[in-house]
């Protein structure tokens, strides 16, 4: 026996000394690798920190410089050296960096664009960067310098008025580099006011009109549109900024999604016909016949009375957590089952999201007193129990409440934040509960059903808006006449996506993530090649990453150096 133990340590030790090289090698690359992406993101905060003037010049080119560095020590690492989680990492940054300086140089050229208007920016960014090190201001001049600068911007925003020539994305741009200057202006006065007496003797009224005529200015900005840029007047009053086609589809390609808008229109139109049929059944179960509305009406007049909402979600919330362990669905820490809270939406900002958010913290979305008649009812209706029975789960485990867990635990150096991980994993859950019988009643098919088609919805109002076929008026009546919405939980879904500081791609990423995730669910736990538990663990333990990259790690496909999206997860025919 002890001949047996000696000759297979012997052996283990000439195969671990064969294999050597090219595993450390392995080991060291991945290592390297992962190294250089922390020290991006530490640096990178540290710039965030200092430079915190939106879209001045300065910040523009030191981010710009950073992402050219990295790129610059990304090259020495052997990426054929990495695993699939490796490349995927290398991938991903590359692409991110990359990205950083497309953007600085977009940026650039705008500025240039706008240079015209903004003849007076450099005496403020100045006065703002000398700030950061406390150097002592010749106040007197500063003040002349801020007075001749209220009086130039008085000047410029009588043309400007006038002029009505400048693109969408411009004016825009110009708005938010007369908001960047005000900061800068804020910044200085705040540091040196009360502390400094020369400084506060003579930068009071200087700093209080220039701050006022900046204000206005960045307002005058968002008024000076060319009108063949803009979509379709309507009385919605809701004013977004559609990126086009062209835009439309580079971003896509970022987010390695292999599809054109029509492509993506054709798929919310595949998966509505679906909503479609399975509506129709639940309305015919309920005694509605094919009248669909009918039974989505009645549903709606299911809501709790008021100041009973809070504790209607908790047993959803139980009802959902007990699914998932009864059918070993996903691993819950039992930390993320206990350290989640409740909180209530404020009535303003109900406006822009009449429905509940989630995450650690669950914000219910329920009337107040302060609300109209109206209001109330409309909140009321559309955050009924049967809707809500769709959403828990989405807001809280296994959707975004347990992916703020995770993410803060597993592979926390990736920062590949993308829409179509965060918001495709939770509406993956909606439809995978959905065929697991997780809804009690045809009410509760209804109501879940209600949101799958909202989803659809979204894809399609979104892409036409941004491609320039329809308005924001358009949008919302699609909303009340093809998903059954509230007039203004319409109006507030409409409001959210293109002026609610949300990306272009967010609404989509929905539907479209999680047909992402449920392809790659078929591809794995379909061929019994992972139980669900296994799948959804270690997809959560991979941390926020494009689709396509995760099925490259789950499957450990080695992709090469050159790879670009081609995953057609869903078929058009």
């Given at each position: 026996m002890k001949h047996f133990v000696k000759l297979y340590f012997i052996t283990l030790g000439m195969l671990l000394l064969c294999a050597g090289p090219s595993w450390a090698q392995k080991i060291a690359a991945n290592d390297a690798l992962r190294q250089l992406i922390e020290m991006y993101h530490a640096d990178r905060g540290n710039l965030q920190r200092f430079y915190t003037i939106d879209h001045s010049p300065e910040r523009r080119e030191r981010f710009k410089t950073l992402a050219q560095s990295y790129l610059t020590q990304l090259q020495p690492i052997d990426y054929n050296a990495l695993d699939a989680g490796g490349r995927v990492d290398y991938l991903l940054i590359k692409r991110d960096w990359e990205d950083v300086i497309y953007q600085s140089q977009e940026e650039a050229t705008a500025f240039q664009q706008l240079a015209n208007w903004f003849p007076f920016a450099q005496v403020i960014y100045d006065a703002e960067k000398a700030r950061r090190r406390g150097l002592m201001p010749d106040s007197p001049k500063l003040a002349s310098e801020l007075n001749q600068c209220v009086k130039q911007i008085v000047g410029l925003q009588a043309k400007l008025k006038e002029t009505k020539t400048l693109t969408k994305d411009l004016s825009n741009r110009g708005?938010?580099?007369?908001?960047?200057?005000?900061?800068?202006?804020?910044?200085?006065?705040?540091?040196?006011?009360?502390?400094?007496?020369?400084?506060?003797?003579?930068?009071?009224?200087?700093?209080?009109e220039l701050d006022s005529v900046l204000k206005g200015y960045s307002s005058a900005f968002l008024k000076a549109t060319t009108v063949s840029s803009q979509v379709k007047n309507d009385a919605s009053g809701i004013v977004g900024n559609p990126i086009g086609k062209e835009e439309l589809t580079r971003k896509l390609k970022l987010e390695m999604i292999p599809y054109s808008p029509e492509e993506l229109v054709e798929i919310a139109n595949k998966e509505?016909?679906?909503?479609?049929?399975?509506?129709?059944?639940?309305?015919?179960?309920?005694?509605?016949?094919?009248?669909?509305?009918?039974?989505?009406?009645?549903?709606?007049?299911t809501a709790v009375p008021p100041g009973q909402q809070p504790s209607a979600m908790v047993k959803l919330?139980?009802?959902?957590?007990?699914?998932?362990?009864?059918?070993?669905?996903?691993?819950?820490?039992?930390?993320?089952?206990?350290?989640?809270?409740?909180?209530m939406m404020?009535?303003?900002?109900?406006?822009?999201?009449?429905?509940?958010?989630?995450?650690?913290?669950?914000?219910?979305?329920?009337?107040?007193n302060t609300m109209t008649h109206?209001?109330?009812?409309?909140?009321?209706?559309?955050?009924?129990?049967h809707f809500s029975r769709a959403t828990v789960h989405h807001e809280l485990i296994a959707g975004h409440g347990l992916q703020s867990f995770m993410t803060r635990r597993y592979k926390t150096y990736r920062h590949f934040e993308t829409p179509f991980w965060v918001e495709g994993w939770s509406l993956y859950w909606e439809m995978l509960l959905y065929d697991l019988k997780f809804p009690r009643s045809a009410e509760d098919r209804v109501g879940m059903l209600f949101w799958r088609?909202?989803?659809?919805?979204?894809?399609?109002?979104?892409?036409?808006?941004?491609?320039?076929?329809?308005?924001?008026?358009?949008?919302?009546?699609?909303?009340?006449?093809?998903?059954?919405?509230?007039?203004?939980?319409?109006?507030?879904?409409?409001?959210?996506?293109?002026?609610?500081?949300?990306?272009?791609?967010?609404?989509?990423?929905?539907?479209?993530g999680g047909l992402q995730i449920r392809a790659l669910k078929d591809e794995l736990v379909?061929?019994?090649?992972?139980?669900?538990?296994?799948?959804?663990?270690?997809?959560?333990?991979?941390?926020?990453?494009?689709?396509?990259?995760?099925?490259?790690?789950?499957?450990?496909?080695?992709?090469?150096?050159?790879?670009?999206?081609?995953?057609?997860?869903?078929?058009?025919?």
């Open positions: 708005s938010r580099i007369a908001l960047g200057l005000k900061s800068a202006l804020n910044s200085v006065y705040s540091f040196y006011n009360g502390y400094d007496p020369m400084f506060t003797w003579w930068m009071a009224k200087p700093y209080a509505f016909a679906w909503c479609d049929a399975e509506m129709l059944k639940a309305s015919r179960e309920m005694g509605f016949g094919d009248n669909w509305k009918a039974a989505l009406e009645k549903v709606k007049q919330y139980e009802e959902s957590i007990a699914f998932l362990k009864d059918n070993h669905l996903i691993t819950i820490p039992p930390l993320a089952e206990e350290t989640w809270r409740l909180s404020s009535p303003e900002r109900q406006l822009v999201n009449p429905f509940f958010l989630g995450g650690e913290e669950f914000i219910v979305s329920y009337p107040t109206d209001q109330k009812m409309m909140s009321m209706r559309g955050n009924n129990p088609m909202h989803r659809c919805a979204r894809i399609i109002f979104s892409l036409n808006y941004h491609i320039g076929k329809w308005s924001p008026q358009e949008c919302i009546d699609f909303l009340v006449d093809r998903v059954g919405h509230e007039y203004a939980n319409a109006e507030g879904e409409v409001r959210r996506s293109f002026v609610g500081g949300y990306d272009p791609l967010y609404q989509i990423a929905y539907m479209i379909g061929t019994k090649k992972m139980t669900y538990q296994q799948f959804h663990d270690q997809f959560m333990q991979e941390n926020k990453l494009p689709i396509e990259m995760i099925r490259a790690i789950l499957s450990r496909k080695l992709l090469p150096k050159d790879y670009q999206t081609n995953w057609r997860f869903y078929s058009l025919k």
